[in-house]
C-alpha cells in the first residue's frame, strides 16, 4: 500500500491556531489539485497531527473530532478519501512518542495497516518536526514551505521543497 502521510494543520488547511471550530475550516489552496494528482497515481492518504490544544486543555478531543469530520466531508465532496487519522493529543512536556518528530504516529498506522510499503511511501508536512517523524523509517518527505525559510538541521529524508500540495505531488510523481 502506498501512502502519503500528511500533516493536518497548515497542509491541508488553515490554521488559525488550535483548530477547533469545525465552522473555521478553509481547506488551502492548490490541496485538492495536489491530493487528485497523487490520489490517481495510486496513493492513499493518512493524516497525522499533533495537537496538543487537547493537552493543554484549549479545546477537547470532541471538538477535534469535529474539526476532523469536517476536513473529511470537504474532501469526500471532491471525491478525496482519507483512510485514517492518528493524532497526538499530548504536549512537548509530556515526551510522548507519538507527539511528531517521534514516529509513533506513523508507528501506530503502520500497526494497523501492515501492508503500508514504507518504501514507497511518503510524509508531506509544513514543519520540519513533520519530515523528522519520517526519518528513521526512511520515509521520503516533502517540506511545504510558501516562504522558503532557510532550514538549519536539515532531515536527511527532505527531498523537496515546495510551494504548497499540488507542487509536493508534482515533485512526489517525478519519482514514481
Known amino acids: 500500500m ?3 502521510f500528511l500533516d493536518r ?3 491541508i488547511n488553515y490554521d488559525p491556531g488550535y483548530l477547533s471550530d469545525p465552522n473555521l475550516v478553509q481547506i488551502l489552496p492548490y490541496v485538492i489539485d495536489g491530493l487528485k494528482l497523487l490520489n490517481n497515481a495510486g496513493y492513499e492518504f493518512i493524516i497525522i497531527t ?3 490544544g487537547i493537552g493543554r486543555g484549549y479545546y477537547k478531543e470532541e471538538d477535534m473530532h469535529r474539526v476532523n469530520q ?3 466531508d470537504i474532501l469526500k465532496s471532491q471525491n478525496i478519501f482519507i483512510k485514517d487519522i492518528f493524532f497526538c493529543p499530548h504536549t512537548e512536556e509530556d515526551q510522548c512518542m507519538c507527539r511528531k518528530p517521534k514516529p509513533g504516529l506513523i508507528l501506530q498506522a503502520l500497526e494497523k495497516y501492515p501492508t503500508i510499503n514504507l518504501k514507497t511511501s511518503w510524509i508531506i508536512g509544513d514543519s520540519l518536526r513533520d519530515i523528522f517523524a519520517g526519518e528513521n523509517l526512511n520515509i521520503k518527505g ?3 514551505d510558501a516562504e522558503t525559510k532557510p532550514i538549519e538541521k536539515k532531515p536527511t529524508n527532505l527531498i523537496y521543497v515546495a510551494k504548497n500540495l499540488k507542487e509536493a505531488a508534482e515533485c512526489i510523481l517525478k519519482f514514481v
Open 70 to 72: 469536517r476536513i473529511l
Open 142 to 144: 516533502v517540506l511545504i
Open 50 to 52: 499533533n495537537q496538543s
Open 2 to 4: 502506498n501512502i502519503i
Open 9 to 11: 494543520d497548515n497542509t
